[in-house]
């Protein structure tokens, strides 16, 4: 029998433990490698980051950078524009570098100059295009600073148009993912940049208009490398810089942008094992396919200075997405609300549901209410400086702050999702030196070289407020505390057992014992003796009987 409740006890702590671990959220996944110095793979729709290596350190970027002075010229250029070359734009690159064969004087449209731009990496074009919109290659870089700045890129700095030798030009994988990621929301670039080959317009030299032909070979159903799913990207090369490669490809609901810096070589095999692995580990959810907690406004509060009544009601934007290992549950997620909304939010917009996973950014959804279109109240003024929706002062943040987050003023806040405040610092690209005093040798373009970043100012941002509701993650107890409520419920059934298992055994004994009364009676009977003789027997023994008290103090008195 101890034997038994041993082994028992044995099982139900095991089966009240064992679970525990199991509810656990499942670690992110990271079973990649590559060959280059620094490398990126980030989900396009969330700008989750899958995975890094060296994201953040600096390196030479070579002709990527291309990618963010084409993103610049189709927002600021009709694409019917003439752009003139003049002498400095077409020879004031290195020798023997990336060109579409432009001279002096050519006369070409935008629209031509972008794709000698991209598709043939031609640097002519990367200066003529510069001194078109900005009047100078040194203004331009300006306006390339300032665009980075704002699609949140902290490490780096850019200072030509092309990726030329400079020493103040640099850039981080994680900043070109961010770059690539804006690029390809214009339909403009995908569709110059997904082109195969193209006819440019007479010139100088090709009076009967010269081809030019995409250099990504993941692009290219013809190479080796071709990638399924790849749509977009740009190739660089010097020889300070190595390979550096930008990828852009689209499977399984999910669009992948890699980034390859300092490449040996491998940066075709390396692009590849990251999409790989990305696809392979990671699913893409629409938020609003499982958020079920932020739907409704009490009576009694206001948005944007107007009272929710009973018609006004929440709604999720279709377009919101989380990214998660395939294995884990969209319940694993946590959810943060801000109304810190940026420039891309829905005119309906009120506020931002920001989700983590681990404490690792996964994805957001703007919470949109319908009853706000047409408001008298202009959702455009409150992008303005003291307008913003995000304005903590604001009768809207105060009523949103006490119906969706279901927590009080001064509840402690969690900012997610927030770069923070670059500083003024000295990156220097690893592993590489400015080339000085020698001729370089014939590359997309020439070596670029260590500098320093410029001082980024910024105001900081509002804090968000943790909502206590939002996913049944939000309010799930942590892991320690379901196991020491699961050791406390093994032990209350375990005592339960055992106070089970002690009332059984009395019962037990009781039963054995009216039984041998029953069989001595039936013996009694057999004889002649009657029930009521046997209890007569039985009350005369207990008095006759001597204690066991008395018996000590007769012996004690003989002795004495």
Known sequence: MKRFLVLFIC??????????????????PSDVSIQADGGIVMDSDTGTVLYGKNMDQPYYPASITKILTALIVLERCDLNEMVTFSHDDVYNVEAGSSSAGIDEGDVLTVRDCLYALMLASANESANALACHISGSREAFAQLMNEKARSLGCTGSHFNNPSGLNDENHYTTA????????????????????????YQLAPTKRTPEGGYVANHHKMLNKNE?????GAFAGKTGYTSLAGNTLVTCARKNDMTLIAVVLNGHQSHYSDTKALFDFGFRNFQSLRTVDYETRYKSL???????????????????????????????????????????????????AVACIRYTYNDRPVGSVYLCSPGLEGSTVSLASQDAPGGSAGNAGSPSAASMDQTLAGAPHGQSAVPQDQSPTPQDQSPTPQDQSPAQGNQAPAS??????????????????????????GTAASI????????????????????????????????KEEEDLYLRRQRRLERLEDIGFSSTDFEKLVAQRRVSAPSLGEKGKKKQGTQA
């Not at 994680?174 to 080959?197: C, K, V, W, Y």
């Open 444 to 469: 997309e373009d020439q070596h670029p070289a260590q500098g320093n970043q410029p001082a980024v100012s910024g105001a900081s941002p509002r804090q968000d407020i943790t909502s206590k509701e």
């Open 224 to 228: 080796a490398v071709y990638y399924p």
């Open 476 to 507: 799930r107890i942590p892991a320690n505390t379901l196991a020491i409520l699961g050791i406390a419920f093994s032990l209350a059934v375990i005592i339960a057992i055992v106070a089970a298992v002690k009332i059984h055994v009395r019962r």
């Open 174 to 197: 994680h900043d070109m993912a961010l770059i690539a990621r804006a690029a390809i929301q214009n339909p403009e670039f995908l569709t110059i940049n997904g082109t195969r080959s």
């Open 11 to 28: 099982i139900c702590l095991s089966a009240g433990l064992l679970p525990m671990t199991a509810m656990a959220a499942p670690e992110w």
């Open 298 to 348: 009490e009576n009694d509060m206001t948005i944007a200075g107007m009272t929710s009544g009973d018609s006004i009601s929440l709604e999720l934007d279709r377009g919101g997405r989380v990214v998660i290992p395939r294995d884990a549950d969209f319940t694993d997620t946590q959810s943060t609300l801000t109304y810190d909304l940026d420039g891309s939010r829905p005119q309906t």
